[in-house]
């Protein structure tokens, strides 16, 4: 390696993000389903003896998969391949596998909200900062196949590391039911390691082209400068040269938006001081406002829910008429709208809490000075 690696940007290893994949996805839904396809070749796809020839494999079981076949190839392929006696063609049920999909990414959603859908069966997480606190990235993606496993009876794989390429190289590395952790310090030795043909991207064209020049691994990679694979590949070569070193600097892109971000209490036994009731309202409206400024988000919307002793519940809430995240302005909007029910006081209060609803994103051109004293 030479000067030319300066060309390349510097990796964050304090990320930790997981890649996780069902296995064989459809195939094992159907399986699952009716268990007497589990030793058959099953191949989810419309049968093209019925079809003219056509179709195209979406799914191949591991059965399938030893005769050689595959996703994306034309379906007749595995007529060619898998003995009759053992070939099964199941039509793909989309509505059954989204229904399943949505279970699986409920789990991971226990876990954190930055989550990156890539299709049905696989996504990204960034779990740097997650629900469970403590665990460690493997803890967290043991859990996720535990319950997946627990909840949908499928089995699924995950790479656990610093980046999103690397974690996807990961789980793709010891499929099924795999589990691989890649440590900042052992990427380089992984991917010297790896076939050209595992790298993101790298299709049959440019597995040639590489093939042609003597690159075959990832260590072949390795040794070549950043400016001979740019020189070589483009645009293309910049990222191969990324890869080869362990770089991607891509952020996990979540899928779903927050809807509110609130802190609430319950309380044994009840509360009938005004001051203390308000004081653990500062205390929640401060730790909303923390959470806000954390995930640059503001609010137009204050919301504030009592219990009393007899269970009675309600919830008020006040529309501001500008997005804020200070603790002070939560606060205050707060306290009003509890000292407007004071009969909740005199029962006891069981329950306390304060969110926020209407989140938008906070421009920076738009943080109030004040937002930050
Ligand atoms: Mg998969």
Not at 90 to 106: C, G, I, L, M, W
């Amino acid at each position: 390696m030479n000067n030319s690696e300066n060309l390349l940007p510097k990796q964050d290893i304090h990320r930790r993000i997981i890649h996780l994949d069902m296995d064989a996805f459809y195939a094992s839904v159907e399986m699952r389903d009716n268990p007497s396809l589990k030793n058959k070749a099953l191949v989810i796809a419309h049968d093209p003896r019925k079809h003219n020839g056509h179709g195209v494999i979406t799914t191949a079981n591991y059965i399938a998969r030893r005769y050689g076949v595959g996703s994306a190839m034309p379906a007749i392929k595995a007529v060619k391949k898998i003995p009759q006696d053992k070939l099964v063609f199941v039509e793909p049920n989309f509505q059954k596998y989204r229904a399943v999909s949505k279970q699986v990414h409920d789990i991971m959603h226990e876990i954190t909200d930055i989550v990156e859908p890539i299709s049905l069966d696989e996504a990204y997480l960034d779990v740097t900062k997650n629900k469970l606190g403590s665990y460690t990235a493997i803890e967290l993606g043991n859990y996720m196949q535990a319950e997946i496993y627990k909840r949908t009876g499928l089995t699924c794989s995950f790479g656990a590391t610093y980046n999103k390429f690397l974690a996807k190289m990961a789980s793709e590395y010891a499929k099924p039911f795999g589990k691989t952790v890649i440590l900042p310090e052992e990427a380089l030795d992984f991917l010297a390691k790896q076939d050209i043909k595992n790298f993101p991207g790298v299709g049959k064209k440019t597995q040639n082209s590489l093939r042609e020049l003597g690159i075959n691994t990832g260590k072949d990679l390795q040794e070549k400068s950043v400016e001979f694979l740019i020189g070589k590949f483009k645009k293309w070569g910049y990222s191969l040269a990324m890869h080869s070193r362990g770089i991607d600097l891509s952020p996990v892109k979540s899928d779903r938006v927050r809807k509110s971000i609130g802190k609430e209490r319950t309380f044994e036994p009840s509360i009938f001081n005004q001051q203390k009731a308000l004081t653990n309202l500062r205390k929640y409206s401060d730790e909303v406002s923390k959470i806000l400024i954390e995930k640059n988000l503001s609010a137009k919307c204050i919301v504030l829910k009592v219990r009393d002793s007899n269970f009675n519940t309600v919830t008020r809430r006040r529309m501001l008429k500008q997005a804020t995240r200070n603790e002070k302005i939560i606060f205050q909007e707060a306290r009003d709208l509890f000292l407007a029910l004071p009969e909740f006081l005199d029962r006891g209060i069981r329950l306390l809490g304060v969110s926020t609803t209407n989140l938008e994103q906070t421009h920076y051109a738009e943080v109030n000075l004040f937002d930050t004293l």
